[in-house]
T-cell receptor, first 118, second 111 residues
């Protein structure tokens, strides 16, 4: 398994500000992802955090709005920039562990960071 | 085009088996089916996954049809603590190993 710690667990932010969410894993992992879960909705993948290179963003998400760092195999940050009320969501860090040619590992999630933008 | 389709909600009596269906008719041959659940205000929890054979673990059983176009998650003896949103997902293979979540099924276990 994997123990994933996210900080902050929740925050209330003002419009126009930026917030950085940290994700710490208790062991080295190759694959790390950031998801967003808007109120009452399912999870949407924001990006794959790549160690040593730029993150890979999904359609609808851009680096200027959601810059991601991945300095090593146990840590990543997601910044939500220039926030608006529409950014109010739970942001979840996840990691994939396990092996196999088809990547049949389990995806473990942190408890999420609940952001409210006023 | 939803990658997985699930009923939005289901009820189940405590102690009975909960059978949660999922349609994934466009699944490709090397994509796995994964099931997760999310209890309110918590991160999603892994339940089980499979490719084409039926799978069982301590939490649940997964039945995948022979054509792989649908699957059913079975909780053999549902408890009140199994009340959660259950997500059926597909794992893309190769370098882009991502899980894409659908809308999920809200399972309510009734006393």
């Amino acid at each position: 398994s994997a123990v994933i710690s996210q900080k902050p667990s929740r925050d209330i932010c003002q419009r126009g500000t930026s917030l950085t969410i940290q994700c710490q894993v208790d062991s080295q992992v190759t694959m790390m992802f950031w998801y967003r879960q808007q109120p009452g909705q399912s999870l949407t993948l924001i990006a794959t955090a790549n160690q040593g290179s730029e993150a890979t963003y999904e359609s609808g998400f851009v680096i200027d709005k959601f810059p991601i760092s991945r300095p090593n195999l146990t840590f990543s940050t997601l910044t939500v920039s220039n926030m608006s009320p529409e950014d109010s969501s739970i942001y979840l860090c996840s990691v994939m562990k396990g092996s196999g040619s088809l990547g049949t590992g389990e995806l473990f999630f942190g408890e999420g960071s609940r952001l409210t933008v006023l | 085009d939803a990658k997985t389709t699930q009923p939005p909600s289901m009820d189940c009596a405590e102690g009975r088996a909960a059978n949660l269906p999922c349609n994934h008719s466009t699944i490709s041959g090397n994509e796995y089916v994964y099931w997760y659940r999310q209890i309110h205000s918590q991160g999603p929890q892994y339940i089980i996954h499979g490719l084409k054979n039926n799978e069982t673990n301590e939490m649940a059983s997964l039945i995948i049809t022979e054509d792989r176009k649908s699957s059913t998650l079975i909780l053999p003896h549902a408890t009140l603590r199994d009340t959660a949103v259950y997500y059926c997902t597909r794992l893309s293979s190769g370098s882009a190993r991502q899980l894409t979540f659908g809308s999920g099924t809200q399972l309510t276990v009734l006393p």
